[in-house]
């Protein structure tokens, strides 16, 4: 029983630090109609259209390219197998 709450409680918090981050994100470029509505970030990021197969946002997940964090993983790898 306790366990549930306990992870009720990881996921509350979770959620409250994801609204916080894209907060700060919104908040920066000055999207003030989801400053006043911040649940609403709960489940949609900031600067995300909101449509699922937007190609402008989801490129990477549309067109199957790999992510910025991707290349820069693949390419710090390259260098790794070079020095040694
Ligand atoms: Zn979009």
Do not use: W, Y
């Not at 190609?55 to 040694?84: L, R």
């Amino acid at each position: 029983m306790s366990d549930d709450r306990s992870k009720k409680a990881k996921r509350l918090h979770h959620t409250a630090n994801v609204i916080k981050k894209q907060m700060r994100i919104a908040k920066a470029f000055g999207l003030t109609h989801l400053l006043k509505q911040p649940h609403r970030l709960a489940k949609h990021h900031a600067l995300d259209c909101g449509n699922p197969k937007c190609q402008v946002c989801h490129s990477e997940k549309v067109f199957n390219k790999p992510t910025f964090q991707e290349k820069k993983f693949i390419q710090g790898h390259k260098t790794d197998s070079q020095n040694s």
